[in-house]
């Protein structure tokens, strides 16, 4: 091949190239979109048959009127969660989150996030526990408030998908050289291995109806996985359907 037919053939396989990328994006974009109306669609719905009801004041009683507005304004709730989740995952996938790391105590997240949830675990009569009493406090290099974030997605998440009377068991164990592993466990429904591959993507339900009764936005465990990666730390799931699922990550640790 003369040097020019080659020029023109490396411009070629650039072009086609650069076109299938462009086409991949258009892709993602299209099916991103249509995720995001897609999950807006049921809460927005909520509100508005909740609220057209009331203005049409046929509703009488009081106590229901009163029932109505809660569930309007549960819905307008849902919907700030999804919007928030939305922004941080568009942030996440552009690249444009930057990591405001420091050194921190992990237990002391821990115990935050157990603080901030202990009513919700309540309703379900789920009991919190951190494995072993940490007199100590695990001082971590990282992102502290995505740190509690992560640690947030993964604890609600035990509690939507754990069983009535159940545990969420969290514990902090040192690894060689400088690494600490976070494990969030739960003897909930647990996660059919069939399925566990496709847990991080955006917007991924196992079980569409029964994870719309409990809400979210399918966005958890993918911000979950930007944030460690972002950390350049690994996270992994062990799951068995019906028996638990656990969550862990790793972190690095301040000398
Ligand atoms: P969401 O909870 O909003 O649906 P997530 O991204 O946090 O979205 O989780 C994705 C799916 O993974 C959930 O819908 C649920 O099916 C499954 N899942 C997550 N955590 C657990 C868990 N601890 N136990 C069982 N299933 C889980």
């Known amino acids: 091949m003369g040097t020019l037919t080659k020029e023109i053939d490396k411009y070629a396989k650039n072009k086609k190239f650069e076109i299938e990328t462009l086409k991949i994006r258009e892709e993602y974009r299209k099916e991103f979109i249509g995720n995001v109306s ?4 049921t809460p927005l719905f909520t509100v508005q048959s909740y609220l057209l009801t009331l203005l049409e004041g046929g509703v009488e009683d009081e106590k229901i009127r009163k029932k109505y507005l809660a569930r309007a304004a549960k819905g307008v709730e849902r919907l ?17 989150l ?28 789920i009991t919190l ?71 991080f993507e955006r917007f991924y339900r196992v079980d569409k109806s029964g994870s719309r009764k409990e809400g979210g936005s399918g966005l958890g465990l993918s911000i979950v996985k930007h944030i460690i990666e972002a950390h350049e730390e ?4 062990e799951s068995e359907l019906g028996v638990g699922s656990e969550f862990s990550f790793t972190l690095e640790k301040t000398k």
């Open 98 to 125: 930057s990591l405001d790391k420091e050194n921190f105590d992990m237990v002391k997240v821990v115990q935050n996030v157990f603080d901030l949830f202990e009513m919700k675990a309540a309703k379900k009569q």
């Open 129 to 199: 526990t951190f494995d072993i009493d940490y007199t100590e406090p695990i001082k971590v290099y990282a992102d502290k408030e995505r740190i509690q974030q992560v640690l947030t997605n993964l604890i609600v998440n035990s509690i939507k998908y754990g069983r009535e009377k159940g545990t969420t068991e969290v514990s902090i164990e040192n690894l060689i050289k400088n690494k600490a592993i976070i494990r969030v466990t739960d003897n909930g429904e647990g996660i059919a291995k069939a399925n566990l591959q496709r847990l």
């Open 234 to 237: 690994k996270i992994y799931i």
């Open 80 to 96: 700030t969660y999804i919007i928030k989740d939305l922004d941080m995952i568009t942030k996440l996938e552009v690249g444009v």
């Open 38 to 41: 897609h999950e807006l669609k």
